[in-house]
């Protein structure tokens, strides 16, 4: 199955004729050059002495390096009943098919003499289909090499009339050419509707790098202008447009459903109908006899409107080539939406998917993996179970672009595979830098409980019970969200593979904080505070220490965001930061100790469940300042690994 049956099944084969005149000249030069063959061989076999002419340079430019003339006519032997002519047999047939060849396009065109050309074909595949070896009796041969006229048909007279009836066709329909594509027998107003589709397909086709295909012929039926591109090499990978007056009719046919569900996605932003996909059976099909065909329909405003459609089909085309390869290869690493949706991303951007392919597709991410991310990814490991879904689609989505400018900017390919690496290599820090966001989420609702205990305490007095539990279920909130930050990065960095664990201890440590700040508004919200006491000092002290504990590890947390990538001074800042930290739990635990010893040196106590909330305010605000610094140690461990590393 070739290209050529696919269009003439949709119904377009008048675009054929330039293909097909040009197969059927090959084959004129072909045929003649059997049937001299065999005149070479019987000549020789009358003569054996005489020197025996060399044909293979010949019949290599001919296409017919395969047949072994010069063996043919060396062998030759008179025989009774004839001539014994090595390979007598595959040249007759082959003499035949070329004529069936030469026929092609005349019937295609409708020539009135066709149908008596096919009458003669016929008529000599009868007379020969009785002969049998390679043995051929003057009759025979008479028959397909005479040129003269008067007696029976020939072989060699029909091959003289289709050549002159093709000379005559070819004449008809002089081919031109218009912004690169071939025209027959177009209009003056078509060529403009011709170069706004060759515009845009003119302006992706480097994107093709160097795969063959994208070649365009334009020719006029009736009242309509017909575009027929090629796409790639796939038999039934066909495109034909055909434009009339303001509208344009879209004709696609695919091998693969999933791509052509991809070519309709492209043109989103135009107002075009679709048919659904039809699948459609063709004997001979290389692919498997089966393809998908649709056709889609759009009516312009203006010319201007029409144009910009056409371009827009023009342009499209180079992101077809190799889709479903590319699409395969991107199923190493992401799922098969994923996988289409970056297609459709880089479609869409105007870089594609070739370059990507060209440098080597999965292996070029297999080779930035071993180079850049080794002891990171285990062997065997899929990449999404290490980095994420997310983070795979934002490395792949950004190799695909590099390839492509790389490429076409002709940078070595050496420099492309080390922006691979360096981009997979940001890919990793950016799975970390998910975690160290959660904790900074984290500390921001830790610091947000702190300042709603501070306020708590700034209000001494009975607020009632609505108050109180309108108070608590506040700080029990900001509690529970603190919590959904820290699973998160659990899950992040569970399983063998996690991201991101390595800062995970931080996260768990600022949990441990928020919960007991969390405790401490829980506890000053079950009791009345009716009077100050000589404990009220030390413990808003305390508050605000804890307060300013959050605030230093956030300092601390967003410096180390920068990672490897940061200046010494970022480095530099969080380690002043941390070290604020843990000056910090040492200064709450001196303002918890005086809080305790103002609750039991107090001369004229309150009530007894006021002093033990007091009390356990103070150790649960303490205690998460204790947290607050095992977060900030567990922090500092890993920036200096960063520094070492």
């Not at 500390?443 to 609505?466: I, Q």
Request: aromatic share 4%.
């Amino acid at each position: 199955m070739r290209k050529s049956q696919i269009v003439e099944e949709l119904g377009e084969g008048e675009l054929l004729l330039p293909a097909l005149i040009e197969t059927a000249l090959l084959a004129n030069d072909r045929a003649k050059l059997r049937m001299t063959a065999l005149q070479e061989a019987v000549a020789h076999a009358k003569a054996p002495l005489r020197a025996v002419r060399l044909m293979a340079a010949e019949a290599r430019a001919a296409g017919a390096a395969e047949d072994g003339l010069d063996a043919t006519v060396a062998g030759a032997q008179i025989v009774d009943g004839g001539y014994a002519i090595p390979g007598a047999r595959r040249l007759m047939d082959g003499i035949l098919d070329d004529i069936a060849a030469m026929t092609a396009p005349l019937d295609a065109a409708q020539v009135a003499a066709a149908s008596g050309f096919s009458d003669r074909l016929a008529g000599l595949r009868a007379a020969f289909a009785g002969s049998a070896g390679d043995v051929l009796d003057e009759r025979a041969l008479v028959r397909l090499t005479s040129a003269r006229r008067g007696g029976e048909d020939s072989a060699h007279l029909l091959v003289m009339d289709l050549h002159k009836a093709l000379n005559q066709l070819s004449a008809t329909i002089a081919a031109e050419t218009i912004a690169g594509a071939r025209a027959l027998g177009v209009l003056a107003q078509d060529h403009a509707r011709i170069e706004a589709f060759m515009a845009g397909l003119n302006r992706t086709r480097g994107l093709a790098f160097g795969h063959p295909g994208l070649d365009t012929t334009a020719s006029r039926s009736s009242a309509r202008l017909i575009l027929q591109n090629d796409i790639g090499t796939t038999d039934a990978h066909v495109i034909i447009l055909a434009v009339e007056g303001l509208d344009a009719t879209v004709t696609y046919t695919d091998v693969h459903r999933s791509r052509a569900k991809f070519f309709i996605s492209l043109f989103r932003d135009f107002s075009a109908t679709w048919t659904p996909l039809a699948e459609r059976s063709v004997a001979g099909l290389a692919e498997g006899g089966s393809f998908f065909l649709v056709t889609g329909r759009y009516s312009a405003r203006d010319t201007a409107d029409l144009d910009t459609f056409l371009d827009a089909v023009g342009a499209h085309l180079v992101f077809l080539i190799d889709w479903n390869k590319a699409r395969k290869t991107l199923q190493t690493f992401v799922d098969k939406a994923t996988a289409i949706r970056l297609l459709t991303d880089a479609a869409r951007a105007r870089f594609g998917h070739r370059a990507f392919l060209e440098l080597g597709g999965a292996e070029l991410i297999f080779d930035a993996v071993r180079r850049s991310a080794e002891g990171r990814v285990p062997y065997g490991a899929r990449l999404d179970r290490v980095l994420g879904v997310g983070s795979v689609a934002r490395l792949l989505g950004e190799v695909l672009r590099l390839t492509s400018e790389g490429l076409g900017a002709q940078r070595s390919v050496r420099l492309i595979k080390d922006e691979v690496r360096a981009e997979l290599a940001r890919s990793f820090g950016s799975a970390e830098q998910e975690v160290l966001a959660m904790a900074l989420t984290q500390l921001g609702l830790a610091r947000m409980l702190a300042a709603e205990v501070a306020e708590a305490l700034d209000e001494p007095g009975d607020g009632g019970d609505s108050i109180r539990a309108a108070f608590q279920r506040r700080a029990k909130r900001l509690e529970e969200k603190a919590d959904r930050q820290v699973l998160a990065a659990r899950d992040l960095a569970s399983g063998p593979f996690g991201r991101g664990r390595r800062f995970l201890p931080l996260a768990e440590w600022v949990e441990e904080a928020t919960d007991s700040f969390e405790e401490a508004a829980f506890l000053l919200g079950t009791h009345s505070r009716r009077q100050a006491t000589d404990a009220a000092a030390p413990l808003a002290e305390l508050v605000s220490v804890a307060m300013a504990c959050c605030g230093d590890l956030v300092r601390a947390v967003a410096a180390a965001c920068e990672g490897p990538a940061g200046r010494r001074e970022d480095i530099t800042d969080a380690l002043e930061a941390i070290d604020a930290v843990m000056e910090g739990e040492r200064r709450a635990d001196a303002a918890h100790r005086r809080v305790l010893a103002a609750v039991l040196g107090d001369p004229a106590p309150g009530p007894a469940s006021a002093l033990v909330a007091t009390m356990e305010v103070a150790r649960a605000m303490e205690t998460g300042t204790d947290h607050l610094a095992r977060a900030a140690l567990a922090l500092r461990a890993c920036v200096l690994e960063e520094v070492g590393s």
